[in-house]
Nanobody
Framework: QVQLVESGGGLVQTGGSLRLSCSAS????????MGWYRQAPGKQRDFVAS???????TYADSVRGRFKISRDSAKNAVYLQMNRLIPEDTAVYYC???????????????WGQGTQVTVSS
């Protein structure tokens, strides 16, 4: 089992920045890809960004060029640097991890409890 804990959310004005962190504990060796999703009130949970165990990154079109995902495998952590935030980025942000490496599709899927990001206009 893997446990994910997010931190770093908060309230920021339009144009500001926030950095989200997610730490994994438990059977961290079973993790392949880590990423971030977000869910705004009344909407479905959407993909934001992901990073594989080899460092390959993927971004949603809505955040590409503004957000940057990074990973510290030694610390079993993933980060999301969010710049030039806009009100449409307001959502609960969830950390996600899947695995194990080398299995496609990955049978295991883990989620954090979420952290609120609010961007005021």
């Amino acid at each position: 089992q893997v446990q994910l804990v997010e931190s770093g959310g908060g309230l920021v004005q339009t144009g500001g920045s926030l950095r989200l962190s997610c730490s994994a504990s438990g059977d961290s060796a079973s993790i392949n890809t880590m990423g971030w999703y977000r869910q705004a009130p009344g909407k479905q949970r959407d993909f934001v960004a992901s990073i594989s165990s080899r460092g390959s990154t993927t971004y949603a079109d809505s955040v590409r060029g503004r957000f940057k995902i990074s990973r510290d495998s030694a610390k079993n952590a993933v980060y999301l640097q969010m710049n030039r935030l806009i009100p449409e980025d307001t959502a609960v942000y969830y950390c996600n991890a899947d695995g194990p490496p080398g299995v496609d599709p990955p049978p295991n899927d883990y989620w954090g409890q979420g952290t609120q990001v609010t961007v005021s206009s």
